[in-house]
């Protein structure tokens, strides 16, 4: 495909096929279609070759990595295009350059200098546009027009003119000198001729179409960039013995072995050893993470300290790398509304300009009865119509802001979410593991007056970490990382829905619920009782030993950080923030007062959430939802725009429209501001491509046009839309 009405008419033959629904996107020169499951691909790919096209299924996956092409090839099969367009770019440029200046500086123009630009134009017209001659010849075969038709058209009729008045008119006679005029100009057409137009225009298309492709080349960087991270091999334990494998013959359930300085070859749980792991390739977080036994660890990431064992858990396509990867593809090949639009009007668009160029030479041969001056109008007309920046407005904006988006951690789904994210005005935001971290944790120590901070810890701490109870684990960790080594719990004793019983160091000890603690006759000092009234929303937790009160801590679901941040940024962007969850409204509006929410549903029920979320659009709010759990999966579904949470649950992240591969709610204001500025660049390029032409037509017409300069404004229009689109890459 050479143009936006190439991809249009591919995208128009599979459509008409019975069942077919079909998506052809010119940038990524790919087209996603749905088909019955009746139907051979083999007949989707002839009707892509009678339309005077080729196509060719994607390779399946394949457990060999010979058998797959590799992205890095794909890379360099985009390394050869770009190459070859350089190779003629560069012939043409040599070649045509003399016959320019000649024709434009009259000092230039010795005696039949006509027939050394002659001699230097043809190969330019012949073989440095053989490919847009080629591609006029295959549509013509077909019955159909696009942008190199109108580029044959006018660059083959500026030539062949040229050829005709040197050899049977009067620009061959010796001593014949030419001048250059930006507008068209009237002469006596046997001596007028354009070499210079013929050989310049393709040689500004050739320079468009390489920038272009080299564009392209860097607009779909990032995407693989990402599918490149993955380490390449691995070394898997095989009874005790590390055997150094290919990273695809991985299965889940094997155990690899991962050293410092080494990528984690896949997706999987580490069972043995702890280190730190920089996961900023995937997710753009700069600090390392630290890891041990029990914890998740991606492909893809690098392992920066210590030796550790990883059990596998996904293989292959199903990894968190080749997900994100999936996802961002898939947004690549999609198209917004604004770029069907585009669509639309380039599929009639050139069937267009070759009747406004006809008109244009009747019009000025019955006006002006100058058939050079009638001539030169049209082929300004036919050149300067090209419209290659329509196809790619949205394509490259879209490949440049969905891969910079992926470097950042936020994966958008689809073109279309960009529009949603232009209208939302309210956001939801769940509390747990959104808000929050989802786990509690030890939050305040208040000892009684006979004890020390030390004390309460070592004896709570020390009979919790007995208990597997959420909250005696807060309180267990929390006790752990504050005083060190916990001593021994003995005669362990649960006492349901209050609390624990047990011996410590030869002491007996309660820790629960005040009520525990009465029941066993122990006196709870008014001033304990003050210090966990004195932290709302959270649960206190009393001990006592040998019968006193110890004191009492407080442990509650911690607030993230960076979420009071986050909170003001999405305000910056002109939302309103709502809090959603299913805790207790004291200690829901705790939460909100800490990160600066006005608005609170508590106590909703999972499947009431989606409830929620439609009162808000009942009340005419167009709102986006964030969240990470399968009971939002839902909610995330039914709002105008769901942002996942991509350390959340997979079917929250299928679930949303866009997902934020780091746990970070401030990644949330980054995705709806990259999403927002993604559109914007579209709506730029759109704007200037149907602008360009809207203006650039009558002026060609009414012969206020050289061709020349028209070929260059044409290729000037589709480097400015891709160098557009470019600034997407430094988005922060």
């Known amino acids: 495909m050479t143009c936006a009405s190439c991809a249009a008419r591919v995208e128009k033959k599979l459509n008409r096929m019975d069942g077919v629904s079909a998506t052809v996107n010119y940038a990524t020169e790919k087209a996603h279609v749905s088909y019955p499951p009746d139907m051979p691909v083999a007949d989707l790919i002839a009707t892509v070759v009678k339309t005077g096209y080729t196509a060719a299924e994607p390779p399946p996956p394949a457990r060999e990595p010979e058998e797959t092409p590799s992205v890095a090839e794909n890379g360099a099969g985009a390394d050869r295009e770009q190459r070859a367009w350089w190779q003629r770019l560069a012939v043409s440029a040599a070649l045509s350059t003399p016959v320019v200046l000649m024709s434009m500086i009259g000092t230039l123009q010795f005696d039949n200098w006509q027939w050394l630009s002659l001699t230097l134009a043809a190969p330019v ?16 075969r077909h019955g159909t027009a696009t942008m190199d038709t109108l580029v044959s058209t006018g660059t ?225 007309v036919l050149i300067i119509a090209c419209p290659c920046a329509l196809g790619l407005a949205t394509p490259t904006a879209l490949m440049v802001g969905t891969g910079r988006g992926a470097q950042l951690g936020i994966l958008i789904k689809g073109p279309e979410v960009l529009e949603s994210t232009r209208r939302i005005d309210t956001v939801v935001l769940d509390k747990t593991g959104t808000v929050t971290t989802g786990r509690m944790t030890l939050q305040g120590v208040h000892p009684a007056e006979t004890a020390d901070a030390a004390e309460l810890l070592r004896f709570a701490g020390a009979l919790e970490h007995a ?59 008014e001033a304990l009782v003050t210090a966990a009234a004195g932290e709302p929303g959270r649960t206190a937790v009393y001990a006592a030993r040998d019968g006193k009160a110890l004191g009492v801590l407080t442990v509650a679901d911690a607030v993230k950080e960076t979420s009071a941040e986050a909170v003001r940024d999405l305000r910056a962007l002109g939302l309103t923030p ?36 439609e009162r808000l659009r009942a009340e005419g709010r167009t709102v986006a939802m964030v969240g990470d759990g399968v009971n939002d ?31 970070d709610l401030r990644v949330a204001a980054d995705a709806i501001r990259l999403a927002r500025r993604t559109l914007a660049t579209i709506k730029g390029n759109l704007y200037w491509a149907f602008g360009y032409n809207v203006a650039a037509l009558p002026l060609a017409a009414f012969g206020l046009l050289n061709p020349m300069i028209a070929g260059f404004a044409m290729a000037f229009s589709s480097v400015f839309v891709v160098t557009n689109s470019l600034r997407l890459r430094s988005f922060s």
Do not use: C
């Open 156 to 380: 083959l009729a500026a030539f062949g003119w040229s050829v005709w008045a040197l050899f049977f008119g009067h620009a061959g006679m010796p001593g014949m000198r030419h001048t250059f005029d930006p507008t068209v100009s009237r002469t006596d057409g046997s001596s007028a001729i354009y070499l210079e137009v013929a050989a310049g225009v393709i040689t500004f298309l050739l320079l468009g179409r390489w920038l272009e492709a080299r564009s392209k080349r860097r607009a779909g960087a990032a995407l693989r960039a990402l599918m490149e991270l993955g380490a390449k091999d691995v070394a898997v334990l095989r009874n005790g013995t590390e055997v150094r494998v290919p990273v695809d013959r991985l299965t889940v359930g094997d155990r690899f072995v991962v050293r410092p300085g080494e990528k984690i070859a896949t997706d999987g749980t580490v069972v043995e050893g702890a280190s730190a792991v920089d996961v900023s390739m995937l997710t753009g977080e700069s600090l390392p993470v630290d890891v041990t036994a029990g914890d998740e660890v991606t492909g893809a990431t690098l392992n920066t300290s210590g030796r550790v064992v990883v059990e596998a858990t996904r293989v292959g396509g199903d990894t968190r790398l080749a997900r994100m990867a999936k996802l961002v593809e898939d947004a690549q090949n999609g198209k917004a509304e604004v770029q069907r639009l585009a669509d639309r009007v380039s599929a009639v668009f050139v069937p267009v300009v070759l009747l406004i160029a006809l008109t244009t030479l009747v019009v000025w041969l019955l006006v002006t009865d100058d058939a050079t001056a009638a001539f030169t109008a049209a082929v300004a």
């Open 578 to 613: 709502v809090l959603l969850t299913g805790d207790g409204r004291t200690v829901a509006e705790a939460v909100a007062a800490e990160v600066g929410v006005d608005k609170v549903y508590a106590e909703v029920l999972p499947e009431k959430k989606v409830r929620v979320v």
């Open 125 to 140: 017209v012949v073989w440095g546009g053989l490919p847009f001659h080629r591609a006029a010849w295959t549509n013509l």
């Open 633 to 663: 999966a839902a909610a995330l579904a039914t709002a105008d725009l769901g942002l996942a949470m991509g350390t959340g649950t997979d079917a929250a992240i299928e679930a949303g429209d866009l997902t934020l591969v780091r746990g």
């Open 467 to 525: 208990s597997e109870h959420p909250i005696a684990r807060a309180v267990a960790e929390g006790a752990e990382a504050r005083i060190g080594p916990l001593p021994a719990a003995g005669a362990f004793a649960n006492v349901p829905g209050l609390g624990v019983r047990g011996t410590v160091e030869g002491h007996e000890v309660l820790v629960g619920r005040a009520a525990l603690l009465r029941d066993a006759g122990v006196e709870l000092p």
